[in-house]
């Protein structure tokens, strides 16, 4: 499903600020896949979405989606198979549009857009039931605007945009982290239903070890812009917090030391 | 005076079409786009020569206007979206370029249109009415008619990616918008109203100017201002887009008319400008200044044992620690 060879990315290159942040990444997920991935700041987890997703250019490396090389596609070019949650809950949808609106321009991604009408009536209907599936009373408020709505809505909303066209690949970048523990834990259990329903393939980057271990088929570690633990199935079924500090300072010579993993 | 007030009614309209056009780059796009003062004068440029050099009829001068506009509209387009020039320098650019461009299209400063029909004799011709009657109707037509475009336009597949580019870029390309293309579609769109504005005043006023546009920007951002606060006035506050729009034209008839007023009192024409950048620059300035009050008069009221001076000494820093936190995220 999705494969990448040796991927390398540094930002500022030739520059004091100079900072490697994938070194040569490779990585293959399966049909089906729901993968978390952990490490401390600036372990490369973000930027390995964002490679994906095409927001920069690689330096080196391949990306292939589906069998095929999207290395050098433009970031909206690649949306076609993509569907993506951010951290930010601002960055996922437009504030100033209503929310049938919002979905409605999510509903054509990957397609051509033409003249014809925005959103039509069969749409609205559809998109009535789906939130009304998200148990947030969003449901009667088909044409409010975006904008009035909370952080959490903002987040479930931007969610059932990203898989309202089923996604090849749902890339999902930390996308409970700026809410409340009520309010992640609701779009987390929300994250794991439209999965499971879709059997969407699922890279989900955390700082939650225990959502990490909880959530998903397989996990991988990052450090220092690269894989250093990587595992799925059973083992990764048993695993503890204690197990993932454990190894990652078996691997990484240090302490995965950062109290926003501990704390959370 | 009243003739004054006719005039100015029928002018605030024509100006309408741009006010619309200047709509779209600045509300829905956030782009102050100063490729305007060019392409206004090239609207009124190409008119004035396809019915005077080439004899054209003034429907297709008017025409052409359009198609004009929008090929200045490109060019700023393409050179914010293929060379990330940003788009106010790319604007600036292409006006610079079209002050050139508009005096080789005419041959010379400016270009009488004496004794060639214009759309605007044309109808009032046929509908056996005074010509300022004829401009008129024209106006409010072409105004009504590109509000219903526009309505339209907007609520397309096409407009909605347009109207979400304004609001977020990331979004849409997470959505596989491709913003560049729905930019330089805003920006010919916009101009090609801007330039049928400038071709139907050329025709009204008969004559084209090299310096016709100079400006034209600041009247349709005044104007935009001006409709907007009519708006807040309006029952239901006006939130649907075509009332918007609707507000908009409003707005740059109300300009007109303070304008003819303010003439009509003995200011000098050449102050025009003046007046109008300071009415840009006050809608601009007053509701920030009203903000910053509300928020020290809020502080004031939180902290009462701090008094006076402990409000101004904390003034202005309230937005600070909220921004520090949201960076400190990554």
């Not at chain 2, 605007?120 to 409010?140: C, H, K, M, S």
Request: proline share 2%.
């Amino acid at each position: 499903m999705l494969r990448l060879t040796d991927v390398t990315k540094t930002f500022n290159r030739g520059t004091v600020n100079e900072k490697p942040a994938l070194t040569g990444v490779s990585l293959t997920l399966d049909d089906g896949d729901f993968v978390t991935v952990i490490g401390g700041n600036g372990a490369g987890k973000s930027t390995l979405l964002n490679m994906i997703a095409g927001v920069y250019p690689l330096d080196g490396g391949t990306v292939e989606l589906d069998g095929v090389d999207v290395s050098l596609l433009s970031e909206h070019r690649r949306a076609r198979y993509l569907g993506r949650v951010f951290q930010d809950p601002m960055r996922g949808t437009a504030a100033d549009m209503q929310i049938e609106e919002n979905l409605a321009l999510a509903k054509r991604r990957g397609r051509p857009r033409g003249l014809a009408w925005g959103i039509t009536r069969e749409e609205r209907e559809d998109y009535a039931r789906r939130l009304a599936s998200l148990d947030l009373g969003l449901e009667d408020r088909l044409s409010s605007k975006v904008g009035l709505l909370s952080g959490g809505q903002r987040q479930a909303v931007t969610l059932l945009m990203a898989t309202i066209q089923k996604p090849r690949l749902l890339l999902l970048d930390e996308h409970t982290a700026a809410l409340d523990p009520k309010t992640a834990a609701k779009v987390l259990s929300l994250t794991r239903r439209v999965v499971d329903e879709d059997r969407l393939t699922t890279l989900m980057v955390t700082h939650n070890m225990n959502d990490a271990i909880r959530l998903g088929n397989r996990l991988i570690m990052m450090h220092e812009g690269n894989v250093i633990y990587d595992v799925a199935g059973a083992e990764k079924a048993a695993l503890t917090v204690a197990d993932l500090l454990q190894k990652f300072e078996e691997v990484s010579g240090g302490e995965l030391a950062n109290d926003r993993m501990l704390l959370s | 005076m009243q003739l004054a007030l006719m005039g100015a009614l029928s002018q605030g309209i024509l100006w309408g079409i741009m006010v619309l056009g200047v709509f779209i780059t600045f509300r829905m796009l956030d782009i102050p786009d100063l490729t305007v003062d060019g392409s206004f004068a090239l609207g009124g440029s190409v008119a004035a020569v396809a019915a005077v050099a080439l004899g054209l009829d003034p429907v297709v001068g008017v025409l052409l206007g359009v198609v004009a506009g929008l090929m200045a509209g490109l060019v700023t387009g393409l050179l914010h979206a293929l060379f990330d020039i940003p788009a106010i320098l790319a604007g600036i650019l292409t006006q610079i370029a079209l002050w050139s461009v508009n005096l080789h299209v005419m041959g010379k400063s400016n270009v009488p249109l004496l004794n060639v029909d214009t759309v605007f004799t044309r109808l009032a011709a046929l509908l056996g009415v005074t010509q300022a009657a004829a401009t008129l109707v024209v106006g409010v037509v072409i105004a009504a008619a590109t509000i219903v475009l526009m309505y339209w336009f907007f609520g397309t597949e096409v407009g909605s990616a347009l109207r979400a580019t304004g609001n977020n870029e990331d979004m849409c390309r997470a959505l596989g918008i491709d913003v560049r293309v729905t930019k330089v579609i805003a920006l010919a769109f916009s101009n090609g109203l801007v330039g049928l504005s400038g071709a139907l005043i050329c025709q009204s006023q008969k004559y084209a100017d090299v310096g016709m546009g100079t400006g034209a920007i600041v009247i349709g951002l005044a104007a935009i201002v001006i409709g907007e606060v009519l708006g807040r006035f309006a029952p239901g506050r006006l939130i649907s887009f075509g009332s918007r729009l609707t507000a908009v034209v409003m707005g740059s008839i109300v300009y007109f008319i303070i304008r003819a007023v303010v003439l009509q009192m003995g200011l000098d024409a050449n102050d025009m400008k003046l007046l109008s950048a300071v009415i840009v620059a006050l809608a601009l300035a007053v509701p920030v200044v009203l903000e910053r009050q509300q928020r020290r008069r809020a502080y004031r009221r939180g902290t009462p044992a701090m008094g006076d001076a402990g409000a101004r000494g904390r003034d202005g820093r309230d937005g600070a620690p909220a921004r520090q936190e949201k960076g400190g995220e990554r």
